[in-house]
T-cell receptor, first 114, second 114 residues
């Protein structure tokens, strides 16, 4: 079955630690890739997106993600996390064909300890 | 205006009540979406409207009835809901539902069915 996988369900880090959250998808063909963040009690906000071109994408708040086509991956990274990064992170994939809906991953809950 | 506005923010309703959730955007977006999100879970697509026409219904029970009166408004009419329907209901919009679109999400309506 086609899917979006986020293998890290819950990540706990100390402030200033480096972060990498995994995202793998299994759709064939051309896709657009997104990372969304949901802070406690708030709505989903777009962190960054990949459509084409440079596979290393920089987003807001110091986040970046790398699209590796051969691995069907779009991992999210941040070199030094802050307490305010505590949130739920969702990877999403949008296919170029067969409808216009997002497919969300199951999410990764990040807790940053001061 | 770069927001998607949802009202009400919180709603408590009995199983015999009829209520409506409202969503509004003034970004000129022509695709609008309803998602349902349970705690710590990814959003699940319910309905997609494209150019004010229902284009996707993800086999949602008929107790949920969407309506798109115009290109800026999207409603979700609720009737005879069950306690398991309690969730955060998210509205989103995108430019025209095309492959390159990102979504803008509203803050959601937190629904509790008693």
């Amino acid at each position: 079955a086609q899917s979006v996988s986020q293998h890290n369900h819950h990540v706990i880090l100390s402030e200033a630690a480096s972060l990498e959250l995994g995202c793998n998808y299994s759709y064939g063909g051309t896709v657009n890739l997104f990372w969304y963040v949901q802070y406690p009690g708030q709505h989903l906000q777009l962190l960054l997106k990949y459509f084409s071109g440079d596979p290393l994408v920089k987003g807001i708040k110091g986040f970046e993600a790398e699209f590796i086509k051969s691995k069907f991956s779009f991992n999210l990274r941040k070199p030094s996390v802050q307490w305010s990064d505590t949130a739920e992170y969702f990877c999403a994939v949008k296919k170029w064909s067969g409808g216009n809906q997002f497919y969300f991953g199951t999410g990764t809950s990040l807790t940053v300890i001061p | 205006d770069t927001e998607v506005t949802q009202t009400p923010k919180h709603l408590v309703m009995g199983m015999t009540n009829k209520k409506s959730l409202k969503c509004e955007q003034h970004m000129g977006h022509r695709a609008m979406y309803w998602y349902k999100q349970k705690a710590k879970k990814p959003p699940e697509l319910m309905f997609v409207y494209s150019y004010e026409k229902l284009s996707i219904n993800e086999s949602v029970p008929s107790r949920f009835s969407p309506e798109c009166p115009n290109s800026s408004l999207l409603n979700l009419h609720l009737h005879a809901l069950q306690p398991e329907d309690s969730a955060l209901y998210l509205c989103a919009s995108s430019q025209d539902g095309g492959a390159g679109d990102g979504y803008t999400f509203g803050s959601g309506t937190r629904l509790t069915v008693v």
